[in-house]
């Protein structure tokens, strides 16, 4: 137990912010903001630990039936958090922010500081071009089936055939039209990476041979407790999250917490290994979590929800924010172009991480 807890991440210990969370949820005190924070932190140390139990499972399981495990467990707490919110209806705009938010981080934050965090130490880094072309071209089919249903609620006003009514049902069934696309080629991705390109876009397994520093048993119970924590405190999260914009009236824009705050919390675990892998020149590792977590969100995350939304009878459309429209276009261009060649600098890492700056801005401002 001891080795295990040694080689728990620092950051790990913010999961004892459950014990406070669970005392004030169930004594109904500090609604709001106190309780936002705290089940944040919560959420925050528990994925931690979640990602550590993937890393273990990873090593025993090999690189095929790891990288699915990280695939599926990777952004599972942001899921949670997305299908508790569907249930309130006045939290679908935040829940669109937050797959704009997840896609925006993954790209710009973690990729850009990985970036800069690897080049400050190596001149030069590379990763497979193979890989960056045909993750950058899935990110602009994602891109385009988000645009259509945008498109649709900002313009229908100018074809005379659509009144409110045809506008609405048009944009639902685009929706789930461009929900049933993502999924396919999410699997269609799963199946070039994991089996008929994988000698193309995993490193060679002999090369990073590691032992595993925890028992199976314990790195699975590990993720499945931590599960089934997450599910709960994700719970709390959404109504604290909903009390303190819709009853307190804070005063900051849903579009922020949507796109900035809850999207930080749920990948908060990926990024940081993003990151911390680049120092040690494992760009490939590096740019394979930070690109994989932001193509899951957009092909598999996005889909899923809109379909649960049908499922449960209050229907989510994929329309986004103009705000929020013009930053992932951005950001899948700035990718375009500077990932291409299959290689990284700092420079590289500062131009993604000044324009994550810039429309974290926007949407502060925003009201």
């Avoid at 929900?179 to 070039?192: E, M, R």
Wanted: glycine share 8%.
């Amino acid at each position: 137990m001891w080795k295990v807890l040694k080689s728990l991440p620092k950051i790990s210990i913010l999961s004892l912010c459950i014990i406070p969370a669970l005392i004030m949820q169930s004594m109904h005190m500090g609604e709001g903001v106190p309780l936002f924070l705290l089940s944040a932190a919560g959420i925050l140390g528990t994925v931690t630990l979640m990602g550590r139990s993937t890393e273990e499972i990873s090593i025993y399981a090999g690189p095929l039936w790891g990288g699915l495990i990280n695939a599926t467990f990777g952004n599972v707490t942001e899921l949670m958090i997305a299908i508790m919110a569907l249930q309130k209806v006045e939290l679908h705009d935040v829940v669109r922010s937050s797959i704009t938010g997840s896609i925006l981080g993954n790209l710009l934050l973690v990729l850009g500081a990985a970036m800069v965090y690897g080049g400050m130490k190596y001149p030069v880094q590379k990763f497979t071009r193979t890989g960056a072309n045909v993750n950058v071209g899935m990110l602009w089919v994602a891109v385009i089936c988000l645009l259509v249903p945008t498109f649709v609620h900002l313009v229908y006003s100018w074809d005379p055939k659509l009144n409110k009514a045809n506008f609405a049902a048009l944009e639902h069934q685009i929706s789930l039209a461009a929900a049933c696309v993502l999924l396919g080629l999410y699997f269609l991705s799963l199946i070039f990476s994991l089996r008929t390109h994988r000698f193309m876009l995993m490193p060679n397994e002999g090369e990073h041979e590691e032992e595993p520093e925890w028992s199976l048993k314990t790195a699975v119970g590990m993720l499945l407790g931590g599960t089934l924590v997450a599910a709960f405190l994700s719970e709390v999260f959404v109504d604290s999250m909903n009390h303190m914009l819709h009853v307190q009236g804070i005063g900051i824009s849903e579009m922020f917490v949507g796109v900035v705050i809850v999207a930080v919390v749920g990948n908060a675990s990926e990024g940081s290994v993003a990151i911390w892998v680049a120092r040690e020149n494992k760009m490939e590792l590096s740019y394979q979590i930070a690109m994989g977590s932001c193509l899951q969100i957009a092909l598999m995350v996005a889909p899923v929800l809109v379909l649960v939304s049908h499922g449960i009878g209050k229907p989510m459309s994929l329309a986004l924010n103009p705000f929020e429209m013009v930053a992932l276009l951005a950001a899948v261009q700035i990718a375009t172009t500077s990932l291409q060649d299959g290689e990284s600098n700092w420079l590289e890492g500062a131009l993604f991480l000044a324009t994550y700056v810039f429309f974290a801005c926007v949407f502060w401002f925003h009201p």
